[in-house]
């Protein structure tokens, strides 16, 4: 039997059931406001943040490899372009774009054009270092590390 062809990010997206996505922005903005008047430090709030996402990506990657049909990517290159057209699309309904390579190949950046985290978010000057989306980092991260423990 040949192998699925792999999905592009819209087809699995299209077949996705979806929340509001203005609920989910109003909501992650709660979520980071909670933990503002919680942790009362912008540092502590942003490991947390990261923490929250390392927990999301290493359940979430099951979910995506179910139902991408992303056969094993060659290198770092191919899984960063998968997780930027396809990851991004599946699961948040945008798509990144990959830039700023180093010259070794091993560390890149992931540009979101459109980012529906921070749709109605006004920061105050209190939150200065706040990294309001570090949230999508711990996901990468978390995501990531479970597949290269289980290859």
Same mark, same amino acid.
């Given at each position: 039997?040949?192998?699925?062809?792999?999905?592009?990010?819209?087809?699995?997206?299209?077949?996705?059931?979806?929340? !509001?996505? =203005?609920?989910?922005?109003?909501?992650?903005?709660?979520?980071?406001?909670?933990?503002?008047?919680?942790?009362?430090?912008?540092? =502590?709030?942003?490991?947390?943040?990261?923490?929250? &996402?390392?927990?999301? &990506?290493?359940?979430?990657?099951?979910?995506?490899?179910?139902?991408? !049909?992303?056969?094993?990517?060659?290198?770092?290159? @191919?899984? +960063?372009?998968?997780? +930027?057209?396809? &990851?991004?699309?599946?699961?948040?309904?945008?798509?990144?774009?990959?830039? !700023?390579?180093?010259?070794?190949?091993?560390?890149?950046?992931?540009?979101?054009?459109? !980012?529906?985290?921070?749709?109605?978010? @006004?920061?105050?000057?209190?939150?200065? &270092?706040?990294?309001?989306?570090?949230?999508?980092?711990?996901?990468?991260?978390?995501?990531?590390?479970?597949?290269?423990?289980?290859?």
């Amino acid at each position: 039997m040949a192998p699925l062809p792999p999905r592009s990010g819209d087809a699995v997206f299209a077949n996705i059931e979806r929340v !509001n996505a =203005e609920l989910f922005s109003l909501t992650y903005g709660a979520i980071v406001r909670q933990l503002l008047t919680d942790l009362e430090e912008v540092d =502590e709030v942003n490991k947390q943040l990261d923490q929250m &996402g390392y927990n999301i &990506g290493v359940r979430l990657i099951d979910e995506f490899l179910a139902k991408s !049909n992303v056969s094993r990517c060659a290198d770092f290159k @191919e899984t +960063a372009d998968v997780i +930027a057209k396809v &990851g991004f699309k599946m699961f948040l309904g945008v798509t990144a774009s990959v830039t !700023n390579w180093d010259a070794d190949g091993m560390s890149c950046s992931l540009i979101l054009e459109d !980012n529906p985290l921070v749709d109605f978010v @006004e920061l105050p000057d209190t939150c200065q &270092g706040l990294y309001y989306c570090n949230i999508l980092s711990g996901v990468i991260r978390g995501a990531l590390e479970m597949l290269c423990t289980s290859y």
